[in-house]
């Protein structure tokens, strides 16, 4: 019964080659090089160093690494479900990816009738990626390959278009993600598991814990996104000075919020101890609020108490607010995301804002105009000319005041959570459709469902079967002792 | 007596002294700095900035964390024999680099009767070390450190005459190494587990299996890799435009061939769950279907489709090819590197033959005669002169025919799966000598002959003698509870 | 009563707030960006691309996964203690570093008042933080979060005030941190562990071993500084062909070193058997020997001999050397930083003299007066003229002749050993004082006074205490089969 009903045999194969035989045919009609691959475009004027994979690639590389080695990692913190953890992770992102390139690809690299493919695009198809990772960490242990797989389906192109939207039309600042990525993920993936609200669970399951091994596992997942998030944060920043400004933001951010969550977590414990769910998740909080000013000079003292203050509300979320949304409003967030990326995105945001409006020529010269793009004055403008002679190569802005560009960023912020909300409730609803192999609750975080396990592979419930102990009993290895 | 005759105390110490003196002798006659990393080769009109080594280390540090963290946790899978697999993945790829260093130097780097040492010397190393891991898997868990100690010895040069040979004389387009790299490595490993053949272990070993830690290990492994492999494909591809088109080739190819993986472990599993041993494995495949066409305008499709198709092929390899392999042909491939390398290898290179036929200088562009080199006109040809107005410095070829290249990149084929096959075999011979240390059949997948265990370590046969429990059953810890 | 004395629940959290309090101060009056990093230097001259950070950066991020993940590994080793010592790694790397960027910062980097921070003081910093990590492993297991922070607040300016006195008065020739770092880092660690000795400890302590998983994850922070260290030791090295030299010889001294290892683990065990501990350690000798001489044209062969002599050293001071250190001369040197870093260093620092004696103009070209900078002519010397049509932009020196500059090397060795030592051993003083929360003999080496562990934890204390086992066994997992 409940084993049949997981059997992903004909199922996932079925999705898959559908997928497959489309990507392909489209691929095929619409996917070419950009100009920085193809060869077509070498003349006697290239120097092949100066080919944009240099200036891309590194960054790609330390991203690529997050999102497989990292997030995989991070996601294998349970004890029984650590394959799922790690598994449905590189399944998700792989096929995020995939799609992401062609989605994206329509709406942002497409010209001639053909999409344009370089590493950049893949830079932007993996944050794509960490979007629908990020959504997935709400539902967790709780849904099938093939439930994630559908997500991704709908996921991306509900992101692209909300990317699309907001870039094209409002013409928002934001480097590191903080709306995009970070906003759009959380209230997605907190609007699918509203739908997939499964009430037993708020009682506790015998499955749902961590184990030693499984910790550290999840902590070196942690320490991966640690490393690399200054180039997750500084991958698409201006070159020069405001990608090395990310950068130093992102360090002093990280290492803020790094060093309060040590203090609230022995603070917040009962026993005085450090608690590893603290260590794994709330130390990245300082990753996520310097995002939106990034690249911005608001010094770095600003990026250190944006990484406190962060780290405290992310802190605060997980203690008191997660309870309550999974109890009260039915938003069972299994990996906290509300906490590490909603919460943290919010005030990354407002951060931002606070930096645009008091940002001033006098403080970045020249360059000002670059990193407020749209604050550049409108083509005609003499400003322009003369901006020009500084800045060569200087691009026609909108002449937006502080405010207005404010105002825009605030038009985005709720935009995208409208827009993330809604597609997530819907995607929510498909997925509870009954072909999609959802394991029962007694089979979540549970790795037997959809994995052959090795001999010493040992979950509650299989020793129920076999030894008659009861499932309450989460630590089964210690009884015979 | 199966005790005494492991002991590596006096034999292991007298390799590696005899071995270290050796080389302390040849690079101290032989081995100097390239023009890039002598001091004296500095004018007043070096930039510093323009030393290769920003262009090659990037490259080199990818492939070198591949070679050790990467392959070390691949081979790490057995769970008995996790310290075997990437301790002695890190033995053997450490000699194979110091000894590479001086075989290809003096076969590729000589002049002036000196090897010129750069880190472009280091990336061609560990592709020789690459080669030998690979082979190295045919017949992990069932040799000593010693045996892999000689087999590198041999191994190594054989690997470097060939490589000699086909660039040298044969002249062949195969930038991420498909026939170099993965078919010598598989046919040579072949024809060293012939050699190697344990007639009892085709029964099933009691310790040939993994545990749920191992599995895990195994997958970051795979992820190191999976990372990482663009770098690899692309590292000797020439700069600019081809090594863009390598990097996304090769994505493209490991990601279509991840998404195969995933469909087709479940359609081939009774129960309809993943196999770990598939995800780990088979998800590689595209990374070497791309390899022979990686630097070509193939089109992403056509990359796409090379990692389905070799994603196919591999799975269908460990699911049928690999028992009759063994059972019918005496050739026991313990990590599949057969499916993994020698299938996959076939395919690129047909995949390579095709792209060299339907290449056009209409699609490339003129840079056409830099990427298939050999077609450039000859020197004298008027045509030459003509090229080298668009494409300062290009160099004279042979002004071989699409056909003519065609055949050559058979006939290197053939001579090469011809000689590793051969170097494999004699190998194999050399190997069986009795003074190497070989474990018994029963000590085979097992790390008690070779290393100090701590108290946790438990392997069917420790217990066997402790406490009477039998061989058969695989998973000990279990028992008491 | 234990318990008690252990919670951080007040002292870590006033502890850390305090020190924000300060940091948030003192970033706000000194810390601003540096030139690179500032949008107000970008004029119409200024090329993005040439910008500090694309030269920095990759160096950057490798050391930063060595510190944080590769550390973070190699000091899980402990069965029972591997959250300590990948999160306490965690934690003490975290302040470090931000410690440094102040401290190092108003010695090194600050001009009109203020500290200019640029990604170069990140490297740097990391370097700090290197040194005060080496140092914890001398006390690694018993001591608390709270006492690394305090040794941290001390090491760190005891370092920055030693590095300034060395580099701005001394003027060495130190590339990759022999004497700076490593022999400072040993003996400042070896001076707090006298002082922390616990004679129960001598005598074997219950907890103080591995586990099969423990001393796999110490392998991989094995590997991923085995991998790295090349940027390592090259991070600070002139741009152009010595750094890559400082690849090479690092590459080189380390795999030298790598097979030494495991022919000397295998020669001395008693069984004949490796040890992981050698593997673990000793096979990262010759990436310290070739530090102090890792710039200059000593010539591959000596990197090798280097390796070679380091490691042998290494092996025999872990074999021989450090029980006579524990019991005699009350020396607890836990990871046995004494033989990977202090007799290395030392053999490091010989080298490094005797590169510098033998060094001439003829093997190095005119760019001897770079990489030898205090031997170049001084100002108004017609020679340096004349040295300047060669090379433009070189820097007057110190007229220094070979003699001297060595004699002012071995000057910095003593004094760096008596500095730190006298550092460590004051530190040692502090450290005892009883508000530290230092963990109980019983409870060294456990991860229970500080973590809240999982339900699949097991100490021996624990279940001596709720089982009546006996402390002695170490392998209480395999009681009950």
Known sequence: MTKQSTSLRVRLPVFVFIAEVIIVALYSAFVTYDEEADAKFQTN???????????????????????????GCLLAFFRFYGFGGMVFNFLTATFAIQWAILVQGYFQFSHDGKIHLGVINLINAEFACAVVLISYGAVLGRTSPLQILVMVLLEVPVFAVTEWVVLKYLKINDAGGSILIHLFACYFGLGVTFVLYRPSLNEGHAKENTSYHSDILCL???????????SFNSALVLKGDDQHRAILHTFIGLSASTLTAFALSAMLNKNGKLTMADIQNVTLAGGVTVGASVDMMISPVAAYALGVIGCIACMLGYKYLSPILARRLRIQDQCGIHNLHGLTGLISCTAGICAILTASEEVYGPSFYEIFAHRAPVEGDPKLQELRMVIPGLKAGLGRTAQKQALFQVAAIFSTIGLSALGGILTGFLLRLPYFASPSDDFCFDD???????PDYDSPVRLKHSNTNSVEDSTPKMNGV
Chains 1, 2, 3 share one sequence.
Do not use: K, S
Request: aromatic share 28%; net charge negative.
């Open 220 to 230: 070196m997942g942690t320490l991966f996104l640690w490393v690399f998030w200054p």
């Open 45 to 71: 004027q290239t120097n092949p160093m100066h080919n944009a994979v240099y200036r891309d690639y590194p960054f790609f590389i330390d991203i690529h690494f997050m999102i497989f080695v990292g997030f």
């Open 448 to 454: 037997e469902p959809f994995f052959e396990v090795p």
